[in-house]
């Protein structure tokens, strides 16, 4: 109850949402950098690496500008342009299946493309794994810090999802296509244009998602290993430290 009254007291604040915000911003972005260039040191022949180590650059100088900005509104301006950079060579970054696998940019609410309706599975998934964090640390899930309050959303679990889209997600989604786990067949076309998985396709995609929550990997905080599955508790359980004022900010995830 103190923690949660804590929660609810600063995310009335909009200096001290600033600050979270800001901190888990700039993990999302060094992690969107850390996936670029981690693509352009494993398939060096195989990509345009000047294209790739210009938009890695271009998302450096978001972080950079992070540091100016004064509100969660100039902060989601600058993630939001970051953002788009990121997924403008989203498509590069697919090195097999190029035929059926085509990205042209990120669409939702239903998802027309096979590698949007990977993408959305990845994150419903994903803030489902961070909303359950947020509840056992205790903090509530739906009152985030730049996510704003709106009925039936979680929008902390939304804010904290932001520094794991790219690391976990959007890696995992390219591994299913790059090592053919998941192909076309795996695919329902709707009418509507709506593209989603089949049963089987499903199956699929959550005996890997299981296999992948259970590697481990050295938490660049802790520095000692941890479980992919386990990093959005470790970042709640960091979260509410920093609410408490057993730390001094937020340390956001940053892949390494």
């Known amino acids: 109850v103190v923690l949660r009254k804590t929660q609810y007291r600063i995310s009335d604040n909009e200096n001290s949402c600033t600050e979270i915000a ?26 345009d690496i000047g294209k790739l180590k210009k938009v890695s650059q271009q998302i450096k100088d978001s972080i950079d500008k992070l540091s100016e900005c004064c509100d969660t509104e100039q902060i989601r301006g600058v993630e939001g342009e970051a953002a788009t950079r990121y997924f403008s060579v989203f498509d590069d970054l697919i090195l097999q299946q190029k035929n059926d696998f085509v990205f042209k940019g990120r669409n939702r609410r239903p ?35 730049m996510h704003k309050d709106r009925p039936g ?8 999802v932001e520094e794991l889209r790219s690391v976990f997600a959007d890696r995992f989604v390219l591994t299913l296509i790059n090592k053919r786990i998941i192909n076309k067949k795996d695919f329902y076309f709707k009418e509507n244009s709506a593209v989603i998985l089949t049963d089987d396709g499903r199956k699929k995609f959550l005996q890997l998602w299981q296999t992948k929550k259970q590697s481990e990997l050295n938490h660049p905080y802790l520095n000692e290993k941890v479980e992919w599955g386990m990093v959005p508790y470790v970042q709640a359980l960091l979260l509410a430290r920093y609410l408490r004022g057993d730390i001094d900010g937020y340390p956001p995830f940053m892949w390494k």
């Open 111 to 145: 998802p027309t493309d096979m590698v949007n309706a990977l993408l959305s599975f990845a994150y419903t998934l994903l803030t489902g794994m961070v909303s359950s964090a947020l509840y056992c640390v205790g903090l509530d899930p739906y009152v985030g810090f």
């Open 22 to 47: 800001r901190n888990m911003i700039i993990g999302k972005l060094y992690n969107s950098r850390r996936v670029i260039e981690r693509a352009t040191r494993d398939y060096a022949h195989s990509l």
């Open 153 to 160: 959303r979680a929008s902390l679990a939304l804010d904290m």
